[in-house]
């Protein structure tokens, strides 16, 4: 038996949905995660939301959904998470069917009540895995993510 040392596999994430300035939820999904060996990508390139802005400035959404998909492109993962908010998760469901036809593993995320939530049922059937709260989601993330970094201490030459 030998002991082996590997890198660990960097994983690209990218967070789709809403952009709203109230709750947050990306910090919390990337606070989750600390420590582990991830990249985030996002339609927000900024904590600070100056992205919300500009993207509210402009009405050539085509651009910044084009640039959204070209991060998508360099994903593993796409976290998608629809709430209930001001926003009717056009956008996300947009990056969504781009990540399914891209082949990304999504991991979907409607923690709406069921009166509301049916509304994107269609668009949860094209997920890989579906969560009705963000916490599990979260969760399942993690896991996922510690996974995919397992390595033996030893190994049979």
Not at 58 to 68: S, T
Not at 116 to 130: C, G, M, P, S, W
Not at 138 to 145: A, M, N, R, S, T
Request: aromatic share 14%.
């Amino acid at each position: 038996m030998i002991l082996r040392k590997e890198k660990r596999m960097m994983l690209k994430i990218y967070l789709a949905g809403d952009i709203a300035k109230e709750d947050r939820w990306r910090p919390k999904v990337m606070k989750a995660l600390e420590g582990l060996p991830v990249e985030w990508l996002s339609p927000i390139d900024q904590i600070d939301y100056g992205y919300y802005r500009l993207k509210k400035e402009h009405e050539e959404n085509k651009v910044f959904l084009f640039a959204d998909y070209m991060k998508i492109d360099r994903a593993d993962i796409v976290f998608a998470y629809l709430r209930r908010c001001d926003s009717r998760h056009s956008g996300t469901s947009a990056e969504i069917g781009y990540a399914r036809a891209k082949g990304k593993f999504i991991i979907y995320i409607n923690d709406m009540p069921k009166t509301e939530a049916y509304l994107y049922e269609f668009v949860q059937r094209t997920a890989d895995i579906a969560f009705t709260k963000l916490r599990d989601g979260i969760e399942f993330l993690k896991d996922f993510v510690a996974e995919m970094n397992y390595l033996p201490e030893m190994s049979n030459r």
